[in-house]
């Protein structure tokens, strides 16, 4: 999802769909948040995206320790980014227990981040695999410089610009994962996400019997049958992409970021009690 330009630190405040995401969720989870707990606050989250966070990373050190949220609905054993957000629960319980306001801060930032670039229709497109193809086989972990990570390599100039051109030219990969990216933005900008999706007590009910990613999951595969980016690809934005992403899509995702961070307060509590 787009977060701004992640040219300075608070870059995103208006347009960045993160850190709306995280404002609400925010504000959702405050009446569920133990009273003995020092939970990160939405300007201490906030601190964390845009230039502080995962797209920032992509543009200060391009492939190296580079955040990868993409997944595969129908690949059920395409873990790496359930695994990351795991880690990211696990590391916020223990900053949380040891009360490191700032460390518990970036976990929940980073998490909420992953969780959802995860449920973007635009991170369900192979991406990995079609740049390994434009670029002769080679991983993205090759990708080590700006200019490696613009431009597409090819056996001579022709292959160079048709490469490029599938890449970055009109309906091109990158300028239809971009263009979906922002019409999410455009569209709930001046929308009231409050909708029967928001986080409740069954929600808290339900991540304390259970794995976070099985919770996640589960909305994964809500949002991958709406068919939106299929759909996008094909027609442009339209009235059903603008209203599915304001009453189910985006609020669903502010319901698995609450979830993610209600699940590292259950993790914080079995360690207290440890």
């Keep these: 999802m787009y977060s701004g330009t992640t040219l300075r630190t608070k870059s995103g405040r208006m347009m960045g769909v993160h850190q709306r995401i995280d404002r609400v ?3 959702h989870i405050e009446e569920f948040l133990p009273h003995n707990i020092n939970f990160p606050s939405s300007r201490q989250i906030l601190h964390f995206e845009g230039l502080n966070g995962p797209d920032g990373i992509k543009r200060k050190s391009p492939a190296c320790d580079e955040p990868w949220h993409f997944i ?3 690949d059920p054993e395409d873990t790496m980014l359930l695994d990351m957000i795991d880690s990211h629960i696990n590391n916020m319980a223990k900053a949380l227990k040891e009360k490191n306001i700032q460390r518990s801060a970036f976990e929940a930032a980073w998490m909420a981040h992953a969780i959802t670039d995860g449920l973007t229709p635009a991170h369900h497109y192979p991406l990995e695999e079609k740049l390994e193809k434009l670029r002769g086989g080679q991983g993205i972990e090759t990708r080590n410089s700006t200019k490696e990570k613009i431009l ?11 490469n490029n051109w599938e890449f970055w030219g009109a309906k091109g990969v990158m300028t239809t994962h971009f263009n979906f990216e922002l019409g999410v933005a455009t569209t709930i900008s001046a929308t009231s996400l409050e909708t029967v999706y928001r986080f409740n007590f069954s929600d808290v009910e339900r991540v ?5 990613r099985e919770f996640f999951k589960e909305i994964l595969q809500n949002i991958y049958s709406m068919d939106m ?4 690809q094909k027609k442009g934005w339209t009235r059903r992409l603008a209203r599915e992403t304001k009453q189910k899509l985006v609020p669903l995702i502010i319901k698995a970021v609450c979830a993610g961070w209600y699940s590292a307060i259950v993790k914080y509590e079995d360690l207290n009690e440890g």
């Excluded at 304390?208 to 976070?212: A, D, E, H, L, R």
């Excluded at 980016?229 to 996008?232: A, D, P, R």
């Design 25 to 27: 969720a925010r504000r």
């Design 152 to 162: 597409i390599p090819g056996k001579n100039a022709r292959q160079k610009i048709k």
């Design 208 to 212: 304390k019997n259970t794995q976070y």
């Design 72 to 74: 595969n609905p129908e």
């Design 229 to 232: 980016y299929n759909e996008f």
